[in-house]
């Protein structure tokens, strides 16, 4: 009997951030924005820091790039992009939801392969392997050993993502691997290192935005909601409230405390972009 197929947490957060980006903030962006120093730091911003971002990837894909596979491609902005400036692009994409919309958008421009990286099965060779800020998802060991198949010789491979780092003390910020394990990874593989350039202080602003709206809107709305409860349904949520308190109080340490924001992000992780090229 098949076992059945869990639904990634991490997969219905990106869904989330498509509606209410799409809706609330008029991009399907799903990467954070690159804060320059004309930008002022809010919401209606964002769409033109992501933009910003784009724009520092585009910049650093290497000349001779014809071919690119977008890995975990969102809903297929930076992916149609790159159609419109003239690359051939395919995308991996796993979730359903996310792929609908790059189809949508990419039309039969280009081949989507709905599955993680880690399983997909291809042999069509590309110029360039692009990971934007989709790396901290896959597997590092069978992402590499994959793009080294799948590269063209002197390919590249463009990682654009955030790592932790090693900082003592707890963090309330998931995501990203650890830089000095991915290092000692990627020394394994047949990659040559290009560049590797910090952006952690462009990106690290999306933290103090994100932590603004948890803590004027998220936590008032969480607040509502279980005052409502407890109005409706007093014995029952006191009971539920008594048998996950643990939970309750890590959700309100996590997003309503002020833990999330631009310093705590620049002190856990570090958010880089990695050009590689393939040697072997
Ligand atoms: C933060 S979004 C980034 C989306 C897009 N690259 C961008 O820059 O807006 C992460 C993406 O990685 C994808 N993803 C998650 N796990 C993956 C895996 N194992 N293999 C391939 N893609 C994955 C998600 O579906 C999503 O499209």
């Not at 003239?86 to 790059?102: H, I, K, N």
């Not at 994959?146 to 491979?157: C, P, V």
Request: glycine share 6%.
């Amino acid at each position: 009997m098949h076992k059945r197929k869990r639904i990634d947490s991490k997969e219905i957060g990106l869904e989330l951030a498509l509606i209410f980006g799409g809706y609330f903030l008029k991009t399907e962006d799903l990467h954070y924005g690159y804060w320059t120093g004309d930008l002022d730091l809010n919401l209606s911003n964002l769409s033109r820091a992501q933009e910003n971002y784009s724009n520092f990837i585009i910049s650093h894909i290497p000349k001779n790039v014809k071919t690119v596979l977008d890995v975990g491609c969102g809903a297929g902005r930076f992916a149609h992009r790159l159609t419109n400036l003239g690359y051939q692009v395919d995308c991996v994409s796993p979730s359903p939801l996310l792929t609908e919309r790059a189809r949508s958008l990419l039309k039969n421009n280009s081949r989507i392969f709905e599955c993680r990286y880690e399983q997909l099965r291809s042999e069509r060779p590309y110029d360039l392997i692009l990971f934007s800020e989709s790396f901290q998802y896959v597997d590092m060991e069978k992402a590499l050993q994959k793009s080294g198949k799948l590269l063209n010789d002197a390919g590249h491979l463009l990682i654009c993502d955030f790592f932790k780092t090693e900082a003592e003390g707890k963090s309330f910020l998931g995501g990203g691997h650890r830089l000095t394990q991915f290092y000692d990874v990627i020394q394994r593989h047949p990659f040559e290192l290009v560049e590797n350039i910090d952006i952690t202080g462009e990106t690290a602003p999306n933290l103090d935005l994100e932590n603004a709206f948890l803590v004027n809107c998220g936590f008032p709305v969480w607040k509502l909601a279980l005052r409502f409860l407890d109005d409706r349904h007093s014995w029952l949520i006191k009971f539920l409230r008594w048998k996950f308190r643990t939970k309750i109080k890590k959700i309100n340490q996590k997003y309503f405390a002020g833990a999330r924001n631009a310093q705590q992000f620049a002190t856990f992780k570090t958010y880089r972009l990695f050009l590689y090229k393939k040697t072997g």
